[in-house]
């Protein structure tokens, strides 16, 4: 995380510094076009977008933390591990195993992916890619 912290510092400095060019170029020339003003808008481009890939890439580290940090909030709470601590009410369901909750996530995920990418046959293929078949049912239905 630091490391992505530091790039984007980085990123954002670099920025600015090529902002400030920019305009100490245009002075310098009287703001009329010339090669250095030129090149500095050139280098200012360069590090705009640097500094906008450097913020997705900070981006999708943000929301790939939230939803690892939802996911084993998903899983305390699934499994009871929550209902001990203070300040937590039970919800009245009985838990359910990590490894159940792990495979109904991955298989709704596939979907998700599935259905994103207009695939017709979601439901199919999503199965295909876990290492382990996904049976829909709760344990407590395969007795009836």
């Known amino acids: 995380m630091d490391n992505i ?39 200012f481009k360069q590090k705009w977008e640097l500094f906008r890939v450097t913020c997705d890439q900070a981006e999708e580290f943000v929301e790939s933390v939230k939803q690892r940090i939802g996911s084993e909030c998903l899983v305390d709470e699934a499994t009871g591990l929550v209902a001990g601590k203070s300040g937590q009410t039970a919800t009245g369901l009985p838990p359910i195993s990590a490894v159940r909750l792990e495979q109904m996530s991955k298989a709704v995920r596939w979907l998700v992916i599935e259905l994103q990418n207009g695939s017709g046959t979601a439901a199919g293929s999503a199965h295909s890619h876990m290492s382990t078949p996904f049976d829909g049912r709760f344990s407590e239905d395969s007795a009836q």
Do not use: M
């Not at 510092?9 to 400030?20: C, I, K, L, P, R």
């Not at 060019?21 to 009329?32: D, F, M, R």
């Open 5 to 43: 912290v530091d790039s984007l510092n980085n990123a954002y400095q670099e920025f600015v510094v090529a902002a400030a060019n920019v305009l100490e170029a245009k002075e310098t020339s009287g703001a009329q076009k010339t090669v250095a003003t030129d090149a500095a808008l050139e280098n």
